[in-house]
């Protein structure tokens, strides 16, 4: 027996979470057990006969990386009982999105139906660099009790498996120390920005957490510095589709410029995926509030109202400029405000001019003074006694409890 009672339900478990699939042979190649749910009904007669073809060409079976194009595997041999086995990992995929035509260029689809090569597509893992690296890693100390470092797989001269054309470019994807997956796909992105667009906190929030790790080309050899770069990208296109979705121009810029002087003060690539996601949730949120403002059947005077308080809401906004704009008299445009709205306009004021405040206490280093300052109440201690009205806790109260740093 190859493996111990404990390292085969070890080696289930993993398979169960990471779903890359698992193959031991022994010293003549022939399968002794195998962690794997093809997704079609005879992979027994296919799969494992691939599987063979890959460990029979490999020069090197003790230890060895080894890529085909969008697909990669890892193989490694171990001792059991003075007797060799190989562990062979994979095949484990680049990329999640394939059209048919494109499933043909995969190594194991030789031969196989249409609907047998989807299925099993379906089922084989995407995997970043890092994860590779990680697996490879727990497989190794598991069954050898040691392991290459992290930066030895990450810098490991992998075997090609074809001679193609594309061989220079896989290379290229495993020279950089990121992930392989080096940018998230169109697809995935568009996924996110819909949301967005649709104000939609819920599909947003298990959007992200069906998607791998999200990664922004290549733009600099400093993990951080391209991450920042990326995260500064996707801002400006959260912002663009937040304001299709309905959010008030200014007010989406503004927010915008607040993320990502945040971003600017972050130290670690954790912080800032972090940061980047609640940005998105926090356009997301707006949107979703401006929608449903957007709902109630105002009239042209109190939308127009509305938008004005929206884009002046640094400023003193008085009844009397208001009633100009609107071009009534203040006290019928009091009383139709409230009739419609269900608030007075001071209070409606204030509720936008807290919510506001709230963004640039969490998301930016201001002073309560520069932010009392900018949102132009009468004083520090003013600002800090209305917010403390409204939200029942004090401005520092709020930054320490809601800060992202």
Known sequence: MCLTLSEKLIMEELYEYNRIPLWIFDKNAELCTCFFSGGFRNFNAVFP????????????????????????????????????????????????FYHTAQMRTLSF????????????????????????????????????????????????????????????????LFENNEDAR??????????VLQCVKDGDTARLQSTY?????????N??????????????????????YAIEGGLEEEAAFTLSDIYIKRMENFRTLYELNLLNEKMALDFTSRVSKAKALKQFNYTKTVKKCIDYISRSIHQKIT???????ANLTPKYLSALFKKETGQTLSAFIMDKKINEAKTLLAYSDHSYFHISDYLSFYSQSHFIA????????????YREKYGSR
């Open 319 to 325: 009844l009397d400029a208001l009633a100009k704009e």
């Open 49 to 96: 006969s691939h599987m063979k073809s890959i460990l029979t060409r490999t020069a090197d079976v003790t230890f060895d990386v080894l890529c085909y194009e969008n697909e990669l595997y890892y193989l490694f041999s171990f001792e059991r009982n003075a007797e060799t086995f190989y562990l062979l990992g994979g095949p484990m995929l680049l990329s999640g």
């Open 182 to 191: 080096i940018h998230t796909s169109y697809i995935q992105e568009l996924a």
């Open 209 to 217: 957490k069906t998607l791998p790790q999200i990664k922004y080309g």
């Open 219 to 240: 733009m600099s050899n400093d993990p951080l510095k391209q991450f920042f770069y990326g995260c500064i990208a996707n801002t400006t296109l959260v912002t663009r």
């Open 386 to 397: 209305v917010f403390k009205k409204y939200v029942e806790m004090t401005p520092k109260e």
């Open 109 to 172: 689809s030789k031969d196989m139906p249409a609907e047998a090569l989807k299925s099993l597509v379906e089922n084989l893992p995407v995997i970043s660099f890092t994860s590779f690296s990680s697996c490879l890693r727990i497989m190794m100390l598991l069954l050898k009790n040691d392991a290459p470092e992290i930066d030895e797989i990450n810098n490991y001269k992998f075997s090609a498996l074809g001679d193609t054309l594309d061989r220079m470019f896989v290379y290229e």
